[in-house]
Structure formats: structure tokens, C-alpha cells
């Protein structure tokens, strides 16, 4: 019989030596050829580039070192003398530096803004690192309990709040308790199709629309200012935010209890909040309008950055909605509102608004600024988020709806983490614009950073030459250093979610 097996000619016994990589594949030479000097075009590029670049850092580095004048009280220090170019005028930077941080405010009562700095960027840190733990915790201290803190140290508080403010906000409370609890339960889809439903959001939007237009009118019942029409109206709406509750506790069982239990602390935190704005701290107020510089810059970009993002998710996922209503309101807010400039809905906002608003009822410019530029964002933040949504694959829908869950849990825990991860680059992308566009408040008043520095430079005392190019210099570089940090913590957490698909 013939022999059938294999015989294996030669099979290693131990381990191949390592041997180090050719020389031509590593060091600096490597690096240069294959980077920079690939073929003839990419070396002339690289060198032409290059040699762009130096000649740009050098005189840059001239006129803001070699050539800057670093002392003096006026601009007679900064004037070049004959036959001699002028350099960077750094004494102008130094007097009115403190102005471009602070704004009008009060120098007595600038701690104030340094102490909201401070806490601002001792919970946004351990926000930002991924490793410090209590998340949610730090979260909520800085979602919720810094604005509060931030609003009470730069205005003083002691807002003295009428009866007619908190009955306002607990008719608002109430109009949003025929609604939300139905909607969170899920039971929106059949919201049309339910009569109890639809009779208690039409006359919720009904009441809300005649406490919005009728005003508080007191009427005086024994001795005593009584608004009898917001009363009945209060009276109204909490009986249909009665009866949506009961509705939603007989729709969904007990899930239904823990949603109108977590909605009736979250009213009750909002009343806590109008006590809380109401005390007096003993604090001087300060009126938004002494507000300027790289103070207000941040507060109307950061209210911009913070409110923008949950409010373009609802406006993203209202536009994918299979409920007409809601799917052709998200549709016309989002298209009218892309379809204007910036520097017309500020405009609007602080010059047109107050006209359409019943007499005397009015807002805050700086307030007014900030909900033009939360809802101008919002709708650029939508199509962001709607165009992660389209990325996600219909399985993950299928997944959840085999694993029985509800449309919001699908939504919050599925889809929206995904679609959010996606989207982080144009996510980033609008908070930098609109970090930028905050200028744009200038043309309504409010002196922003560049505002504050335009204001320095009409100065006849620090006028020269080289005044206003070192002032925009400085500008430029704090832009630079705000919008490269996003862009570099966008990168670094695009990078650590995406861990799983590196190759």
C-alpha cells in the first residue's frame, strides 16, 4: 500500500527574530517624502506653502514682539518715530482690556462675573472629562443650578415678581399638562382619534391664546384686586390638566403615574425657581445694559448653544412626525427660519416684538436677543439632527419594536444616541457659527466683545496707526482659542465614541 500522508517539508520550531523596518519606512525622511515631497507637484506646493507661512509668522512675530512698543499711558508711546515702521501699541490692550472682558459693568462689582467664570469652569471640566464620575449630578448643577446662580450674581435678583407673573407661569404649567403626559406616554399618534384628547388640546391652545391676549385686568372684590378672567381661566385649564393626566394614567397604567409624578415635581421646581428669583440677596442691581464684552458674548452663545440643541431635536423629530400638525408647523418654522438672516430676526426681536405684544408687556433687549438667536439656531440644529436620524438604518427601528418599546424610549435610547454621534461634526459646526454670530447683537444695542473693542478704538486718546490692527489682533486670537477648543473636543469625542470601528 502506497504511503498517503503529508509530509511536511519544514515547520519552525521557535520564533522568527524581529527585525527592525527597512530604513527608507521610518524617521524624519520618511515622513517628509511621503507627506510633503510625494511626487514634483506636492514638493512645490509644500514649498510654496511653506514659504508663505514664514513670511506670514515673521511678520507677525515682528510687529507684535520685535517691533511692539510694551509700555506707555497714552498713544504718544505708541506713535513711531521718524523714518521707522510702527509696531503692535500693547499699553492700548492693557487699559482697555479689562472693558472688552466685563463689558459697562461696575468695577466695584466685577467679582460678581468673575465668580459665575469660575464656577462656570469648575463644573464644565469634570463635565468634559470622561472620567469623573457623578455625571448626572454635574449635569444637573450645570443645566439647571448655574444659569439660576449666573442670572442671580450678574443682575442682583430681587426681581420683585407680581401675583399676575406667577399666575402666568402656573397657566403656562398648566396649558403644557394637557399635553406633555399624553405625549410622552406615546398615546400622541392617537391624540386626533381621541375625542377626550382632542377636546383637551384644543381648549387648552384656546384658553392659553385668550390668557396670552385678554391680560390680568384686576377687578377690586372687597377691597381686593381680583383678575376674574385669568382666574376663570386658571380654573379651566386645570381642570383639562386634570382630565389629560387622568387620561394618561388610564392609557398607559403606571407608567402614566411616573410621568405625572415626574411632571408635577418638575412644576413644582419651576415655582421653587420663581420664589428663588424673587428673594433679595442684597445684591446692587446691574441692568442687562451695562452687560458688554466677552461677558455678554458668552452668555447670548452659550443660552444659544444650550437651548438650540433639545429644541432642534424636537423640531427634528415634529418634522419626521407622522402627526400632520405637528410635522407642518415643524416643516414652516424650519424653512421661514433658514430662510432669514440672523440680523433680521434680531431685529425683529428686539424692535419689531414689543409691538405685537399687549400693552404694557414687555421684555428684556437682552432677553429678547436671546430667544431670536436660540430659535434661529434651532432651526439650522434641527437639520443637523434630522440628517442623522436618515442615517440610521430602518433595523434599529424594527430591533425596538421587537423588543417592545414604546416610540419615546425608542427615540431616547436607541435612535437619538446614534443619530447625535453622527452628527457631531455639524453639531459642532453650527455651535462655532453661532459662537461667531453673537457680533451680530451690535445692530440691537448689546456690545459684544468685538463691540466693546470697536468702542476702544474710536478713542481720540489711544488713536495711532497701529491701535486698531493690535486690537483686532487680539480679537482674532481669543475667537481662535474659543472655536479651535470646540473643534479639538469635538474631534477627541468623535474619536472615543467611534473606538469600536477603528481599524
Same mark, same amino acid.
Given at each position: 500500500?502506497?504511503?498517503?500522508?503529508?509530509?511536511?517539508?519544514?515547520?519552525?520550531?521557535?520564533?522568527?527574530?524581529?527585525?527592525?523596518?527597512?530604513?527608507?519606512?521610518?524617521?524624519?525622511?520618511?515622513?517628509?517624502?511621503?507627506?510633503?515631497?510625494?511626487?514634483?507637484?506636492?514638493?512645490?506646493?509644500?514649498?510654496?506653502?511653506?514659504?508663505?507661512?514664514?513670511?506670514?509668522?515673521?511678520?507677525?512675530?515682528?510687529?507684535?514682539?520685535?517691533?511692539?512698543?510694551?509700555?506707555?499711558?497714552?498713544?504718544?508711546?505708541?506713535?513711531?518715530?521718524?523714518?521707522?515702521?510702527?509696531?503692535?501699541?500693547?499699553?492700548?490692550?492693557?487699559?482697555?482690556?479689562?472693558?472688552?472682558?466685563?463689558?459697562?459693568y461696575?468695577?466695584?462689582?466685577?467679582?460678581?462675573?468673575?465668580?459665575?467664570?469660575?464656577?462656570?469652569?469648575m463644573?464644565?471640566?469634570?463635565?468634559?472629562?470622561?472620567?469623573?464620575?457623578?455625571k448626572?449630578?454635574?449635569?444637573?448643577?450645570?443645566?439647571?443650578?448655574?444659569?439660576?446662580?449666573?442670572?442671580?450674581?450678574?443682575?442682583?435678583?430681587n426681581?420683585?415678581?407680581?401675583?399676575?407673573?406667577?399666575?402666568?407661569?402656573?397657566?403656562?404649567?398648566?396649558?403644557?399638562?394637557?399635553?406633555?403626559?399624553?405625549?410622552?406616554?406615546?398615546?400622541?399618534?392617537?391624540?386626533?382619534?381621541?375625542?377626550?384628547?382632542?377636546?383637551?388640546?384644543?381648549?387648552?391652545?384656546?384658553?392659553?391664546?385668550?390668557?396670552?391676549?385678554?391680560?390680568?385686568?384686576?377687578?377690586?372684590?372687597?377691597?381686593?384686586?381680583?383678575?376674574?378672567?385669568?382666574?376663570?381661566?386658571?380654573?379651566?385649564?386645570a381642570?383639562s390638566?386634570f382630565?389629560?393626566?387622568?387620561?394618561?394614567?388610564?392609557?398607559a397604567?403606571?407608567?402614566?403615574?411616573v410621568?405625572?409624578?415626574?411632571?408635577?415635581?418638575?412644576?413644582?421646581?419651576?415655582?421653587?425657581?420663581?420664589?428663588?428669583?424673587?428673594?433679595?440677596?442684597?445684591?446692587?442691581?446691574?441692568?442687562?445694559?451695562?452687560?458688554?464684552?466677552?461677558?455678554?458674548t458668552?452668555?447670548?452663545?452659550?443660552?444659544?448653544?444650550?437651548?438650540?440643541?433639545?429644541l432642534?431635536i424636537?423640531?427634528?423629530?415634529?418634522? +419626521?412626525s407622522?402627526m400632520? %400638525?405637528?410635522?407642518?408647523? *415643524?416643516?414652516?418654522?424650519? =424653512? &421661514? $427660519? #433658514? /430662510?432669514?438672516?440672523?440680523?433680521?430676526?434680531?431685529?425683529?426681536?428686539?424692535?419689531?416684538?414689543?409691538?405685537?405684544?399687549?400693552?404694557?408687556?414687555?421684555?428684556?433687549?437682552?432677553? +429678547?436677543?436671546?430667544?431670536? %438667536?436660540?430659535?434661529?439656531? *434651532?432651526?439650522?440644529?434641527? =437639520? &443637523? $439632527? #434630522? /440628517?442623522?436620524?436618515?442615517?440610521?438604518?430602518?433595523?434599529?427601528?424594527?430591533?425596538?419594536?421587537?423588543?417592545?418599546?414604546?416610540?419615546?424610549?425608542?427615540?431616547?435610547?436607541?435612535?437619538?444616541?446614534?443619530?447625535?454621534?453622527?452628527?457631531?461634526?455639524?453639531?459642532?459646526?453650527?455651535?462655532?457659527?453661532?459662537?461667531?454670530?453673537?457680533t451680530?447683537?451690535?445692530?440691537?444695542?448689546?456690545?459684544?466683545?468685538?463691540?466693546?473693542?470697536q468702542?476702544?478704538?474710536?478713542?481720540?486718546?489711544?488713536?495711532?496707526?497701529?491701535?486698531?490692527?493690535?486690537?483686532?489682533?487680539?480679537?482674532?486670537?481669543?475667537?481662535?482659542?474659543?472655536?479651535?477648543?470646540?473643534?479639538?473636543?469635538?474631534?477627541?469625542?468623535?474619536?472615543?465614541?467611534?473606538?469600536?470601528?477603528?481599524?
Amino acid at each position: 500500500m502506497t504511503d498517503m500522508s503529508f509530509q511536511v517539508p519544514y515547520v519552525r520550531d521557535q520564533e522568527a527574530p524581529r527585525l527592525p523596518p527597512p530604513e527608507g519606512m521610518v524617521g524624519i525622511a520618511h515622513w517628509l517624502r511621503e507627506g510633503y515631497f510625494r511626487s514634483v507637484g506636492s514638493g512645490l506646493v509644500t514649498l510654496v506653502l511653506g514659504a508663505l507661512a514664514v513670511w506670514i509668522a515673521w511678520r507677525v512675530i515682528d510687529f507684535a514682539v520685535l517691533r511692539a512698543v510694551w509700555t506707555g499711558g497714552s498713544r504718544d508711546a505708541c506713535l513711531p518715530a521718524a523714518g521707522t515702521a510702527a509696531g503692535a501699541c500693547w499699553p492700548f490692550v492693557a487699559d482697555r482690556f479689562g472693558q472688552w472682558l466685563y463689558g459697562f459693568y461696575p468695577i466695584g462689582e466685577r467679582w460678581r462675573v468673575n465668580l459665575c467664570f469660575l464656577a462656570g469652569l469648575m463644573l464644565i471640566v469634570p463635565m468634559l472629562t470622561p472620567s469623573f464620575p457623578w455625571k448626572m449630578q454635574n449635569a444637573l448643577l450645570l443645566l439647571v443650578v448655574f444659569p439660576l446662580f449666573t442670572l442671580v450674581m450678574l443682575t442682583g435678583g430681587n426681581f420683585h415678581l407680581s401675583i399676575a407673573d406667577y399666575a402666568t407661569t402656573i397657566g403656562f404649567l398648566l396649558f403644557l399638562t394637557c399635553l406633555v403626559p399624553v405625549w410622552l406616554l406615546g398615546l400622541a399618534q392617537g391624540l386626533l382619534r381621541n375625542k377626550i384628547g382632542a377636546w383637551l388640546a384644543g381648549v387648552a391652545f384656546v384658553l392659553w391664546l385668550a390668557w396670552i391676549f385678554a391680560g390680568p385686568e384686576p377687578v377690586a372684590i372687597g377691597g381686593m384686586a381680583v383678575p376674574l378672567l385669568p382666574v376663570s381661566i386658571l380654573a379651566l385649564l386645570a381642570v383639562s390638566a386634570f382630565l389629560a393626566v387622568r387620561l394618561a394614567i388610564k392609557g398607559a397604567g403606571r407608567p402614566g403615574i411616573v410621568v405625572a409624578a415626574n411632571w408635577g415635581a418638575v412644576c413644582l421646581a419651576a415655582l421653587a425657581i420663581l420664589v428663588f428669583l424673587d428673594a433679595d440677596f442684597g445684591l446692587v442691581t446691574v441692568e442687562t445694559a451695562q452687560w458688554g464684552g466677552l461677558t455678554l458674548t458668552l452668555v447670548v452663545s452659550v443660552t444659544g448653544i444650550i437651548a438650540s440643541l433639545p429644541l432642534g431635536i424636537l423640531l427634528a423629530l415634529g418634522r +419626521r412626525s407622522t402627526m400632520p %400638525v405637528i410635522r407642518i408647523v *415643524s416643516i414652516c418654522f424650519i =424653512e &421661514v $427660519v #433658514r /430662510g432669514l438672516p440672523l440680523i433680521s430676526v434680531l431685529f425683529m426681536a428686539s424692535v419689531m416684538l414689543p409691538l405685537f405684544l399687549p400693552p404694557g408687556v414687555n421684555f428684556d433687549k437682552l432677553l +429678547r436677543a436671546l430667544i431670536g %438667536v436660540a430659535l434661529f439656531s *434651532s432651526a439650522y440644529m434641527a =437639520e &443637523v $439632527v #434630522r /440628517g442623522g436620524l436618515q442615517a440610521i438604518p430602518k433595523g434599529q427601528y424594527e430591533g425596538a419594536m421587537s423588543l417592545g418599546l414604546s416610540h419615546w424610549q425608542t427615540m431616547i435610547k436607541i435612535i437619538l444616541p446614534q443619530a447625535l454621534k453622527i452628527a457631531i461634526p455639524n453639531i459642532v459646526g453650527n455651535f462655532i457659527s453661532l459662537f461667531k454670530d453673537t457680533t451680530l447683537v451690535l445692530v440691537v444695542g448689546l456690545f459684544d466683545l468685538l463691540g466693546m473693542a470697536q468702542t476702544g478704538l474710536r478713542d481720540a486718546s489711544w488713536a495711532t496707526p497701529t491701535t486698531a490692527p493690535t486690537g483686532y489682533l487680539v480679537l482674532a486670537l481669543i475667537y481662535w482659542a474659543f472655536c479651535f477648543s470646540m473643534s479639538r473636543y469635538a474631534t477627541f469625542t468623535e474619536r472615543r465614541l467611534n473606538s469600536a470601528r477603528a481599524r
